[in-house]
């Protein structure tokens, strides 16, 4: 995923605490462990850039039925959340995340419902062994035209390192923006909410990440934020699904970034995100989860299939993105739109240990030439048989190094049980 380079072939990449620190042929390191490669293709773990990471504990509960619909199931539910779901939440989606070669997350927590919320979702990260942001965000529930809780959320980042997990951990704002949906309609946040709670990220040199032009009711929000001269390289627009060229151009020129989930936005009804306008302009794009509640499995090859086949369609022309292009929006894009370009997203000596090997001897990867075209059309988490995260290997052979299973299924079907009782 180094722009500009070929795939190499035969080549031994040496870590040495969790990070990079050799890339070659025939690398000597005798005292290291030699994991064997032969047969498989190395490529830098996934990135995905936005995940409400507790909705994985409401994973296919959204039916698209009257009354049950994401945002009317999700604030149910998620009212009835203690902190012990917020962790499992995390490990389940982080045991899923790993399984299918994911190593970075954006845990877009908006069910912080108490201080102990947030903290427990931080511990099931910290634990998962993931690489993740934690955007901090009001709840759905928190009134348009009240702030966020400054007092927690400055103690969350004066106290940040007991967290950060050796840098592992990182942490921003879950902004709501300046335009709010009240009661089905478009309402201006008071100038003073948007900016106490903006500053909050601002004044700490925090990234910023907000929902812009998802919903009808939300458009025209990228134009406003532009207006006021808020866009810059520290926010991540997420969905930008009806955002107009005008509004395109300002994202490209302010450097925001944008984060797509075609799977949960046609779902949801949304509409159809503008892959190939996005692309014209120069935005960096990052592909998301965004939430099991509607897409399943955490299957982050196949929104790089969708961003595909969206670019290619709405140019009329097959090679608009290849599927190298398409690897690079779950990888190194992903990574540098979350500002983490340095850290991860490509293979090179001085960035992070954190990557992923497939085996190629699956009959269902058969036959294949190009290894970008086979990983993006053919790879499931069967085929990836090593995940290793800042230097730690969380998953060897189909199984997970740090997550019990057993025990984590049935954590997760008693919580469930106590979620549904009496819920509809
Ligand atoms: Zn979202």
């Known amino acids: 995923m180094v722009p500009e380079s070929a795939a190499l072939n035969g080549q031994d990449i040496h870590v040495r605490n969790g990070l990079i620190v050799a890339i070659g042929e025939n690398i000597s390191a005798p005292a290291s462990t030699l994991i064997d490669g032969h047969r498989s293709v190395v490529l830098p773990g996934l990135v995905d850039t936005h995940w409400h990471l507790w909705t994985t504990l409401l994973r296919n509960l959204a039916d698209n039925s009257a009354g049950n619909g994401y945002f009317e199931m999700t604030g149910r539910l998620g009212k009835r959340f203690d902190p012990n779901d917020m962790r499992l939440a995390a490990m389940l989606a982080a045991a899923d995340a790993i399984d299918h070669g994911i190593t970075t997350v954006h845990d877009w927590c908006h069910n912080i419902r108490s201080p102990a919320h947030a903290r427990a979702a931080l511990a099931g990260l910290s634990a998962s062994g993931l690489r993740a942001r934690f955007s901090y965000g ?19 980042h004066d106290g940040w390192s007991a967290w950060s997990a050796g840098g592992r951990l990182t942490l921003g704002i879950g902004w709501r923006g300046v335009i709010a949906t009240v009661d089905g309609r478009p309402a201006a946040v008071p100038d003073s909410v948007w900016r106490a709670d903006l500053a909050l990220a601002r004044d700490r040199g925090l990234p910023v990440s907000v929902h812009a032009n998802n ?8 134009r406003r934020l532009a207006e006021l001269g808020l866009l810059g390289t520290d926010m991540q627009i997420v969905h930008a699904v009806n955002a107009e060229s005008d509004e395109i151009a300002a994202i490209a020129r302010s450097g925001a970034t944008v984060s797509l989930a075609p799977s949960s936005e046609l779902t949801v009804g949304f509409g159809i995100p503008p892959v190939a306008a996005l692309r014209r302009a120069s935005v960096l794009i990052g592909a998301s989860i965004d939430t099991p509640a509607l897409v399943g499995a955490s299957d982050l090859l196949h929104e790089l299939r969708t961003i595909q086949g969206l670019a290619n369609a709405q140019e009329g022309d097959e090679i608009a993105m290849t599927p190298l ?15 983490l370009g340095n850290v991860s997203g490509t293979l090179s000596p ?17 036959p294949q030439v190009d290894p970008a075209t086979m990983i993006l059309r053919s790879v499931r988490p069967s085929d990836i048989t090593l995940v290793m995260v800042d230097g730690i290997i969380l998953k060897k052979d189909d199984q997970l190094t740090q997550i019990d299973r057993a025990a984590l299924l049935h954590e997760v079907e008693e919580a469930t049980a106590r979620l549904m009782r009496n819920a509809r």
Do not use: C, M, W, Y
């Open 350 to 366: 001085g960035k992070r240990a954190d990557l992923i090997i497939v085996r190629l001897d699956a009959l269902s990867l058969q």
């Open 325 to 339: 292009d398409a690897l690079a929006i779950g990888t190194r894009d992903g990574a540098a739109s979350l500002g």
């Open 215 to 222: 919903s009808v009711t939300n458009r025209g929000h990228i």
């Open 138 to 156: 009001a709840t759905r529930e928190t009134a348009f035209d009240q702030p966020l809780d400054v007092g927690d959320f400055a103690g969350l």
